[in-house]
């Protein structure tokens, strides 16, 4: 069975969505244990970069206050490739 390119270009953005995904729950569980530790919502957390990159490892120290759950899965991101975080409000 051979892939044509479409269907490599279908493969790897299901792949890209998927790896934003477990970033983006990572991250939410980051921030939920930080909280339930009563961590200082002002000093830095490390986050995991949501750029969809299967291969990546950055982490994005951000204050914990700036982590939004209800922003879109790869909305963190370490080298500007989805967009960077949030400043804290």
Do not use: W
């Amino acid at each position: 069975m051979s892939l044509t390119a479409d269907s490599m270009s279908i493969a790897d953005q299901i792949a890209r969505d998927g790896g934003r995904q477990v970033r983006r729950y990572v991250n939410e569980s980051v921030s939920r244990t930080a909280r339930e530790a009563g961590a200082n919502e002002l000093e830095p957390c490390d986050f995991v970069c949501e750029c969809g990159s299967l291969s990546c490892t950055e982490v994005v120290r951000m204050p914990l206050a700036s982590f939004d759950e209800s922003s879109p899965p790869g909305s963190i991101s370490g080298h500007g490739k989805e967009g960077f975080p949030p400043t804290a409000a």
